[in-house]
């Protein structure tokens, strides 16, 4: 069955560094990719996404890869900010269903 | 644009009752997705709804079941609730005609269910 994982241990990182979060995924070629950030007691809130011929898409400090091959996604935060601190997960269209990984939280220090 | 809406956002039922969850997309929107958020599993896709018929549903008992209006605005009922159902219910909504073709989903804030 179609597998998604994203660390589940908590990511520390200093103010000003590059946070970059994982997700692998087995036995599946989704279509694309979208990754979404989700606050304490908020809804998800969408922030890229990526489409499977695509190795790369940036919006300002935000930065996602799509290996196809390695059957992996990597989300970079650059220069990253307490205010980035939050959980943040991935997605696949798994048979035309929005599936998502349990997360991973990203807690940046001062 | 209002966002997406959920009432209520709060919600305590015992274990037996029935539970109806309602929410309203965004203006313009006419798909509408339902999820079940547990620390254990993550966001669990329940069902999705587009121009009031359902086109998916995910891996969920009978007793989870869902309907949308042709305002598009959308309501799950969960019946003969268990304690395993405490959960954010999550809806979303996409433009313009389906939410699993590369769209963004909008959520909305959740309806927090606890069962006793």
Not at chain 1, 23 to 46: E, H, I, K
Not at chain 1, 86 to 107: H, Q, V
Not at chain 2, 9 to 25: A, E, M
Not at chain 2, 49 to 73: A, H, I, L, M, V
Request: glycine share 8%; with cysteine.
């Amino acid at each position: 069955s179609q597998k998604i994982e994203q660390n589940s241990e908590a990511l520390n990182i200093q103010e000003g560094k590059t946070a970059t979060l994982t997700c692998n995924y087995t036995n599946y070629s989704p279509a694309y990719l979208q990754w979404y950030r989700q606050d304490p007691g908020r809804g998800p809130v969408f922030l890229l996404l990526i489409r499977e011929n695509e190795k790369e898409k940036r919006k300002e400090r935000l930065k996602v890869t799509f290996d196809t091959t390695l059957k992996q996604s990597l989300f970079h935060i650059t220069a990253s900010q307490p205010a980035d601190s939050a959980t943040y997960l991935c997605a696949l269209d798994i048979a035309s269903t929005l599936t998502f990984g349990k997360g991973t939280m990203l807690l940046v220090s001062p | 644009k209002a966002g997406v809406t959920q009432t209520p956002r709060y919600l305590i039922k015992t274990r037996g009752q029935q539970v109806t969850l309602s929410c309203s997309p965004i203006s313009g929107h006419r798909s509408v997705s339902w999820y079940q958020q547990t620390p254990g599993q993550g966001l669990q896709f329940l069902f999705e709804y587009f121009s009031e018929t359902q086109r998916n549903k995910g891996n969920f008992p009978g007793r989870f079941s869902g309907r949308q209006f042709s305002n598009s605005r959308s309501e799950m009922n969960v019946s003969t609730l268990e304690l395993g159902d405490s959960a954010l219910y999550l809806c979303a909504s996409s433009w313009p005609t389906s939410g699993l073709d590369g769209g963004e989903q909008f959520f909305g804030p959740g309806t927090r269910l606890t069962v006793l």
